[in-house]
């Protein structure tokens, strides 16, 4: 009996041995046969998708966003917390200097309480208007801004000239708002 015990160990290690170089020359082949399907290209590749990031970030009292103006154009979106002024900023893409620059005030569309430090949020998004009126004449980005102190949030536009940008014109336009709300509130009240 104690034969048997001794060679038990040994087997154990053998086998448990043996099942490792099984699996690891199975994890080889499988990585071989991947690689050689990707080199031919296989139909199971995913399509190509084309990503837009925009970012955003803020300070106390300064925040700064990103978003697409045009096509293949972003603008660069400030707000001073100090003064209300929100402001975008586009290069322009034939001379590659700043082409257009637009300016607002918030302080008024979000009834900040007057003496007291207003607590901005700011990010952007897309929009893209059908039908009549300015949000037509908009680029594609829209500004969100909000005061957290309020509630009160209002989004507005860039009325980017493709055409004057196309001849190396120098856009100086107003920001355009869009809409005003309250956060507090369902929409239609």
């Given amino acids: 009996m104690s034969g048997c015990c001794e060679r038990k160990p ?9 099942l490792g170089l099984l ?3 199975g994890m080889l082949v ?12 296989a139909g199971s590749a995913l399509p190509e998708t084309l990503l837009h990031a925009m ?9 700064i966003a990103t978003g697409p ?7 660069l979106f400030t707000l001073d917390f100090l003064t209300g002024d929100l402001r975008c900023y586009v290069l322009n893409p034939r001379t590659g200097v700043w082409g257009a620059g637009y300016r607002y005030n918030v302080v008024q569309d979000l009834a900040v309480a007057q ?5 901005f949020l700011m990010v952007t998004g897309v929009a893209s208007f059908r039908g009549g009126g300015v949000a037509n004449n908009l ?9 957290a102190n309020t509630g009160n949030f209002a ?4 009325p980017y000239d493709r055409t004057a940008a196309g001849r190396g014109g120098v856009q100086v336009f107003p920001l355009v708002r869009v809409a005003v709300g309250k956060a507090r509130e369902d929409v239609g009240q």
């Fill in 155 to 158: 989004v507005y536009g860039v």
């Fill in 55 to 63: 970012s955003t970030h803020g300070a106390d009292n300064f925040a």
């Fill in 69 to 75: 103006v045009e096509d293949d154009m972003e603008g």
């Fill in 23 to 25: 699996v690891g020359v």
């Fill in 30 to 41: 499988g990585a071989l046969a991947a690689n050689r399907q990707a080199a031919r290209g």
């Fill in 115 to 119: 003496g007291k430090a207003p607590k």
């Fill in 139 to 147: 680029g594609s980005s829209m500004v969100y801004v909000a005061d």
């Fill in 10 to 18: 040994w087997f154990m290690l053998c086998a448990g041995l043996g």
